[in-house]
């Protein structure tokens, strides 16, 4: 019995054809995502195994063999000589002996003797060698942590930079050295043993040493022991030292250089001149 309902027609008519644009595209490795068949000159639409979409008509696919337009663009476009051409670019090679379409992988050798494998069109788009970028950006960050220790008069002691969570090896100003991550010396932290020390000693202990000594701590506050305090001594001379001088006897510059004149002349000597001053 023959369909005589256009609509069941059209329907019956899909039914049987496209499942044969479905098939037809899987023999070239691609999909046809079209639902509905009209008719050999309505188009559809297609994606090829590269993920390329386009839209062309039943008989074109089916009739004159034609398959991807960006496949076929590209693959005239480019050659084995163009890879070669766009590797030197970088210094490298590349080592593959036969090109077949942008987004087939190919074997490549960068100027330091990393290889590996990528597409032509990541390589054109400027992807290149991983290992040499991961280590360019590791030398980056290492210049930084360098910097960083600068800054605090210090010293970045490692010459390798394997990431925030790997330890490198570190020296401050006053030649204490230790291992820290360098997401904690971003942080703020700094040498453990000097903050150590500074955390044992106050303003209060300060003025208490001077008084010790017969003078005086005149400074409100204190900071840690490489900044320097304003004392006096009981003879009222005034002058600045750093906290880790006085913890380590040192006191009034003054009066060391009286007790090590040895005439009463030199010493009124010095002291008319500081009179004068």
Request: proline residues 0%; hydrophobic residues 50%; without cysteine.
């Given at each position: 019995m023959g369909v005589w309902c256009s609509s069941c027609k059209e329907v019956a008519h899909s039914d049987v054809w496209l499942p044969r644009m479905h098939a037809l595209a899987?023999?070239?490795g691609g999909k046809c995502l079209s639902q509905a068949y009209v008719n050999s000159r309505t188009k559809l639409q297609w994606q090829c195994r590269h993920g390329h979409i386009w839209e062309a008509t039943p008989a074109t696919i089916r009739e004159a063999?034609?398959?991807c337009p960006v496949c076929a663009r590209e693959r005239h476009k480019l050659t084995l000589d163009d890879m070669r051409t766009m590797a030197a670019k970088y210094g490298g090679y590349c080592l593959s002996t036969a090109y077949s379409h942008v987004t087939a992988k190919l074997r490549w050798r960068c100027a330091h003797g990393h290889e590996w494998e990528r597409s032509a069109a990541k390589v054109r788009n400027g992807e290149w060698c991983a290992i040499c970028v991961k280590r360019g950006r590791q030398s980056v960050a290492l210049e930084e942590m360098c910097a960083l220790a600068t800054e605090r008069g210090g010293e970045c002691l490692s010459d390798a930079f394997e990431g925030n969570r790997y330890p490198?090896?570190?020296r401050c100003e006053d030649g204490h050295e230790w291992d820290a991550a360098p997401s904690n010396i971003k942080r703020g932290r700094w040498c453990p043993r000097c903050a150590y020390i500074n955390r044992r000693h106050t303003i209060g202990k300060m003025k208490a040493?001077?008084?010790e000594r017969g003078g005086r701590c005149l400074s409100d506050s204190y900071i840690n022991?490489?900044?320097?305090?304003?004392w006096e001594c009981s003879r009222g001379h005034v002058w600045f030292t750093t906290p880790m001088g006085v913890l380590a006897g040192n006191w009034c510059p003054v009066c060391k250089y009286m007790d090590q004149c040895v005439t009463d002349e030199?010493?009124?000597?010095?002291l008319d001149t500081e009179t004068r001053t």
């Open positions: 899987r023999k070239q063999g034609a398959w490198l090896r570190w040493i001077a008084l022991v490489a900044t320097k305090l304003q030199a010493r009124r000597k010095y």
